[in-house]
């Protein structure tokens, strides 16, 4: 990055800039330190960002100081105005609902062993956990695995690819644990998005359900 003293005052620049600025002159590809200095133009870095909140406020490129005889660019923090809060809170919300979609397809755990919770697995789930409450009510016991009417055992692949047998009380279970899974994490979601203000650190797994 390059600035170039103009009437005295550092401003941001380039080698662009330069080339177009002085036409007149030919400049090799690379131009040496010395050569740009002749035209006041001078490369800079930028110092370590300080500590700021992204929600309630704004980062911006400070002025221009010299340290050891290199050029250094600040920075300054302000308050965010009440536009600028707005926006950054309806940003804060699409991520955290990026965030919440994200987590709503992750496998879940349900009797120690992870399954896959794609929009299909979810449905196929929610499908099996109604057929189960039927048989639950038509008197389905505990053990029998033949609940569903068929000739093998009812059973779930999990995401291990190892076969769970379930019987209607366990399919019934799996599917209330499916569903308190997605209403836990719309939840958390909307509490994230309801605070004031948004926590910065909103994807970590502290905010959401394990």
Request: hydrophobic share 40%; charged share 20%; aromatic share 10%.
């Amino acid at each position: 990055m390059y600035l170039r003293l103009i009437d005295g005052v550092p401003t941001p620049y380039s080698l662009t800039a330069l080339r177009r600025d002085e036409a007149q002159t030919s400049f090799p590809r690379q131009i040496s330190a010395a050569s740009l200095a002749e035209f006041d133009v001078h490369p800079y870095t930028r110092a370590d960002e300080p500590d700021y909140n992204p929600a309630t406020q704004v980062l911006v490129p400070g002025s221009f100081t010299q340290e050891s005889g290199a050029w250094v660019q600040g920075w300054t923090v302000r308050s965010m105005t009440s536009e600028e809060q707005a926006q950054a809170t309806e940003n804060l919300r699409a991520q955290i609902n990026a965030e919440r979609d994200r987590r709503m397809v992750e496998p879940f755990t349900f009797a120690g062993k992870p399954f896959d919770f794609s929009q299909e697995s979810k449905t196929r789930i929610s499908g099996a956990g109604t057929l189960a409450g039927f048989s639950l009510a038509a008197g389905a016991q505990a053990g029998d695995y033949l609940w569903h009417g068929g000739d093998e055992p009812f059973a779930w692949i999990a995401d291990d690819n190892s076969v769970m047998q379930m019987d209607a009380q366990t399919v019934f279970a799996f599917g209330q644990a499916a569903a308190a899974r997605v209403s836990a994490i719309v939840f958390a979601a909307r509490t994230l998005k309801d605070a004031s203000p948004i926590p910065a650190d909103y994807a970590d797994d502290s905010h959401w359900p394990a």
